[in-house]
């Protein structure tokens, strides 16, 4: 894949820093736990939330229901999570994580935590605290986006008239 050219050096970096990253995250937890990355965010997401439902998990990670299905029933094939009945809605599935899916997702973590601190660990406190200053100031100076302009017709029927007092 070729680099990121968005037109600037500094963001091309973050970009290409980030792909990085999450490639290198992805190889570890396939390589250690045998799950993508998207099944790992399944994971954590049903740790952090407890059982629910997959339409959820769907709307949580951006994707069709129809696309969390397949990974939940990979996810599910692997004993990893669990299918189970909505206590108070008989028509509603819920999803939980079982005691192997708790233990892929403790591998899997430990296993990130150490794929991401090698891209760092070269860094000294010092060169850690200004790059954390220096990102963190990005999004505070983003521009706002321009708000939608008004059609053509829109123009012309305000044009003509008064201001309202």
């Known amino acids: ?55 959820d998990l769907a709307d949580a990670v951006a994707v069709a229901p129809r696309t969390m299905t397949e990974t939940v029933d990979d996810l599910e094939s692997d004993g990893l999570v669990a299918r189970r009945s909505h206590p108070t809605d008989r028509r509603a599935v819920l999803l939980a994580l079982t005691p192997a899916g708790r233990e892929a997702l403790a591998v899997g973590r430990r296993r990130r935590a150490a794929t991401v601190a090698g891209f760092t660990r070269h860094l000294t406190a010092a060169q850690r605290a200004q790059l954390i200053e220096l990102l963190a100031s990005i999004p505070r100076h983003v521009p706002a986006a321009p708000g939608p302009t008004p059609s053509g017709a829109a123009q012309r029927e305000t044009a003509g008239s008064e201001p309202l007092p």
Do not use: I, W, Y
Request: charged share 25%; hydrophobic share 45%; with cysteine.
């Open 1 to 55: 894949m070729p680099p990121p050219d968005t037109g600037d050096e500094v963001v091309n970096l973050l970009l290409a820093a980030g792909h990085q990253v999450r490639n290198a995250v992805d190889e570890a937890l396939r390589a250690s736990v045998g799950l993508t990355l998207r099944r790992f965010k399944v994971l954590q997401l049903l740790a952090d939330s407890g059982p629910c439902r997959l339409r």
